[in-house]
């Protein structure tokens, strides 16, 4: 899955937040209690990472109650999880079709068009997120559409953006991270530095952050510390992406 990296992120459900409501099923109690049940199973297994799982028990959920915006999201999101984007497309769709304010859902839609790299498809969900002034997590939004922005290479808005995600949750190495990655982009090294050393002060494990920093030693020619955040990167994702460029950047060094 994407957003694994802290780029970008899906919003994800907590088992039994929701108490489905909608549809004909509210007509019929023994139904609609069927739904929450398949419902709760089957976020229990999204959350877990048993995709397959969720989808048979989210379907059923949604047999049951096909009237409910939460089922079609939650559905989405396994359908994501197993790569079927068709599906998890048009699940998002259906529940913002039946709860057009449904800020999670229009997030999670902007990060399938980031995986799809659709950028304003993308961008025009994460403003439709943010719109909604009870959506609990804004911050989640603007680091989406920042990245959104980053990669299509608006750096100005992309930074905007990150700063409007700091300005609600100071401590969000993601936000710190990307800015970062603003900064670099604009060989402005030394404000790279300093967000890349704060996403890595939130998050200790941030093995994308050492090697970014790592990187602006380099352009600093300080090869020392340079080497010091590439064998960081080693020892905290030894099978990642970065953990490859680690590799190559310590053979430039040596």
Partial sequence: MVCKNFKCFLTFLTI?????????????????????????IGVMYLNKGDF?????????????NSKDP???NALGLSYYGENMLDQAENAYKKAIALKKDFSDAHNNLGVLYLHESKWDSAIKQFKETLKNPLYMSPQIAWVNLGWAYYKKGNL???????MNALNIATDMPAAH???????????????????????????????EAYLYLGIVYMREHNDAEAKK???????????????EDARRYLKIIK
Avoid at 22 to 39: F, H, I, R, T
Avoid at 178 to 206: D, M, S
Avoid at 229 to 243: G, M, R
């Fill in 16 to 40: 039994s937040i929701f108490i489905l409501t909608s549809g004909c099923a509210s007509q019929n109690p023994e139904l609609k209690k069927q739904s929450q049940v398949k419902y709760d």
């Fill in 52 to 64: 397959s799982n969720a989808i048979l028990n989210l379907s059923t959920a949604q047999r049951f």
């Fill in 70 to 72: 939460y089922i079609y």
């Fill in 156 to 162: 100005e808005q992309s930074k905007g953006a990150y």
């Fill in 177 to 207: 991270n990307n800015l970062g990655l603003v900064y670099l982009k604009e060989n402005k090294l030394k404000r790279a530095e300093e967000e890349f050393k704060t996403a890595i002060h939130y998050f200790a494990g941030y093995s």
């Fill in 229 to 243: 955040q590439f064998e960081a990167v080693l020892k905290l994702a030894p099978d990642s992406t970065f953990s």
